[in-house]
C-alpha cells in the first residue's frame, strides 16, 4: 500500500517520497484513517514502528485544510513528550512532514532559556511540541493558554510513567478542552496506562500491531556471562570488530555512562556520552558527533532509550541490564529501525541474573549465550587500561581539575581537619572541633588537642557577630 492509498493530500506524499518513505507501516495504516475521520485513539506498538508519523501526517492534513486562527499564547495541538530529544526528534517531524504548508511549530522543554519560548508562544503555533516540566512551568507563569487546543497527541505513555511524569500529564489535562481529540501512543501497556487511557479517551479506536511486550523480529539478541570487572575490556574487545560500525552503549548510572566513555577514549575510541546531568548543548553536541559519525560510540542512560532516531546504529549493547525489564525493549529498540537489522549484546554479571530472568520471563525468549573471549585477552586489555591509566595520572594538575580537588579535599585544609569540616561563617567565629565544641583562634592539631600562639598565651574566643540595632552595644560589651 502507498500512501496515497491512505487519503493523503499530494503535497504531505511529496514530502514522504523525497525523505525515502515508500509505504506506510501496519501502525501507520491503521491509525491515519482514524486520526483523519476524527476519533480518538490508543495505540501500542513497539518503538521504531513510525508512530511519529501515524500521528504527524493526519494532524498536518488536517490544519492545512481547515486553516485554524491564530491563538496568541495558545496552540491548536499539543504534543507531549517525556525527553528534550524526544521533543527535538518530533518537532523537525513535523518541520520535515509539512514543508511547503505554512505551519508554525514550536517545541519546548526544560535545560534552556525562557524568553525564546515564550516569545514564541506569544506570537502563537499551530503545533506546541513539550515535555510536562516546561510546560507546567509556562502555564503557570500564563506564556500559554491550552483552553482552545483541539487535538491532543501523549507520546511514549508508558515512559511517562517510568519517569513519574503521569502526575503531571493529568494536570496538563486539566487545562485542555473537554471536548478535544486526544491520541495515546504507547510501546507497552501497563495496567497504569489502561487507567490513564480510560480517563483521558473518549470510545477510542485501538490499535496494536505487536504483543505488549515483544521486540523486533529482525534484532539478534545475544547475552555475555562476564564479571563487572572484565566488562570494559569486553566492551573494547566487541569494538575492535569492523560490524561494530555505529554502537549505542546504555549504562545504568550517570556517572557509570562517564566513566565507560572515559575508558573508551583513553583507549583510542572515539566516545561521547549523554544523561540527564549534562546540559542541553553539550547533549546536542554529543548527540551531533555521533551522528555525523565524528564518534564512534555514545554511552547513554535510559535518557536516550527514547527518542534516537538514529539511521545505522549497528549495535545496542547493554553494558548494564536495567532494573525495569520493559525498557530492555526501548533500548535494543533504538537498532534495527525502518525494517534494518541490528545487534543487540548485553552483559550480565553474578548480581545481575535476577534482571535478565525478568526481561526473558517479560519477551518469552531466551537470549542467546555467548562464550566470553579466552580470559588472557582480557588480560591483556586490563593491561593496556592500566598503561592507558598511568598515562593519564602522569598528566599536569591543571588537565586534571577533578582529581586536584579530590586532593585538596584529602589532604584537609592546615588544621587537622578536612577542609570540608572546617567552620566559620556569620554568627560564629571560629573552628569547630570534631565533638562540635567551639573554638578560638588557636590551632587543632592531629591529635584532636588544641595548640596555643608562640609565646603561650590562650587567645580568648570571640563572642558571635551581630547584625541589626544592638550590633555595636553587642560589640562593645564583648570587648
Request: glycine share 8%; net charge positive.
Amino acid at each position: 500500500m502507498q500512501f496515497s492509498k491512505l487519503d493523503l493530500i499530494p503535497s504531505l506524499c511529496a514530502n514522504l517520497e523525497k525523505e525515502g518513505y515508500e509505504k506506510p507501516t501496519p501502525v501507520q495504516t491503521e491509525s491515519i484513517p482514524a486520526v483523519l475521520a476524527g476519533r480518538d485513539l490508543l495505540a501500542c506498538a513497539q518503538t521504531g514502528t513510525g508512530k511519529t508519523a501515524a500521528f504527524a501526517l493526519p494532524i498536518l492534513q488536517t490544519l492545512s485544510r481547515t486553516r485554524p486562527v491564530n491563538l496568541p499564547c495558545g496552540a491548536h495541538v499539543l504534543v507531549l513528550t517525556p525527553t528534550r530529544e524526544l521533543a527535538e526528534q518530533i518537532g523537525e517531524s513535523f518541520g520535515v512532514y509539512g514543508r511547503g504548508l505554512n505551519l508554525k511549530t514550536t517545541v519546548v522543554y526544560g535545560g534552556v532559556g525562557y524568553v525564546p519560548q515564550k516569545d514564541a508562544l506569544r506570537r502563537g503555533v499551530d503545533v506546541l511540541v513539550a515535555t510536562p516540566g516546561r510546560l507546567l512551568d509556562l502555564i503557570e507563569q500564563r506564556a500559554v493558554i491550552l483552553a482552545r487546543t483541539a487535538v491532543f497527541v501523549l507520546d511514549e505513555a508508558d515512559r511517562m510513567l517510568d519517569m513519574g511524569f503521569i502526575r503531571d500529564v493529568r494536570r496538563i489535562a486539566e487545562f485542555l478542552p473537554r471536548r478535544r481529540q486526544t491520541l495515546l501512543f504507547s510501546a507497552t501497556m501497563p495496567a497504569e496506562i489502561r487507567s490513564l487511557a480510560e480517563n483521558l479517551l473518549v470510545d477510542p479506536h485501538q490499535v496494536q500491531v505487536a504483543p505488549p511486550s515483544a521486540t523486533a523480529d529482525n534484532i539478534d539478541q545475544s547475552v555475555y556471562f562476564v564479571a563487572k570487572a572484565d566488562k570494559p575490556a569486553l566492551l573494547r574487545h566487541l569494538l575492535s570488530h569492523d560490524a561494530a560500525e555505529r554502537v549505542l552503549v546504555f549504562t545504568r548510572t550517570k556517572h557509570g555512562a562517564d566513566r565507560v566513555a572515559r575508558k573508551l577514549c583513553r583507549a583510542g575510541i572515539d566516545a561521547e556520552s549523554i544523561h540527564g546531568d549534562k546540559a542541553q548543548g553539550a547533549r546536542r553536541r554529543s548527540l551531533d558527533r555521533f551522528k555525523t559519525g565524528e564518534a564512534r560510540v555514545l554511552v547513554a542512560t535510559d535518557v536516550a532509550s527514547r527518542g534516537i532516531d538514529i539511521d545505522s546504529i549497528s549495535h545496542v549493547v547493554n553494558y548494564e541490564l536495567p532494573d525495569v525489564p520493559e525498557t530492555y525493549i526501548h533500548r535494543i529498540g533504538r537498532t534495527a529501525r525502518a525494517g534494518a537489522s541490528g545487534v543487540s549484546v548485553s552483559f550480565c554479571d553474578e548480581q545481575e541474573r535476577v534482571c535478565l530472568r525478568d526481561i526473558e520471563r517479560l519477551i518469552r525468549a531466551r537470549l542467546k549465550v555467548m562464550e566470553t573471549p579466552d580470559i588472557t585477552l582480557l588480560e591483556e586489555d586490563l593491561a593496556a587500561e592500566r598503561k592507558a591509566q598511568a598515562a593519564f595520572d602522569r598528566l599536569p594538575d591543571r588537565d586534571r581539575p577533578a582529581r586536584r580537588h579530590n586532593e585538596r579535599r584529602d589532604r584537609g585544609n592546615g588544621n587537622g581537619l578536612p577542609f570540608y569540616e572546617k567552620f566559620s561563617g556569620p554568627g560564629q567565629r571560629g573552628r569547630r572541633r570534631r565533638d562540635g565544641r567551639r573554638e578560638g583562634s588557636g590551632r587543632i592539631g592531629e591529635d584532636g588537642n588544641r595548640h596555643t600562639d608562640s609565646d603561650g598565651a590562650d587567645r580568648k574566643p570571640r563572642a558571635p557577630y551581630r547584625t541589626g540595632m544592638f550590633r555595636n552595644r553587642a560589640n562593645r560589651r564583648s570587648r
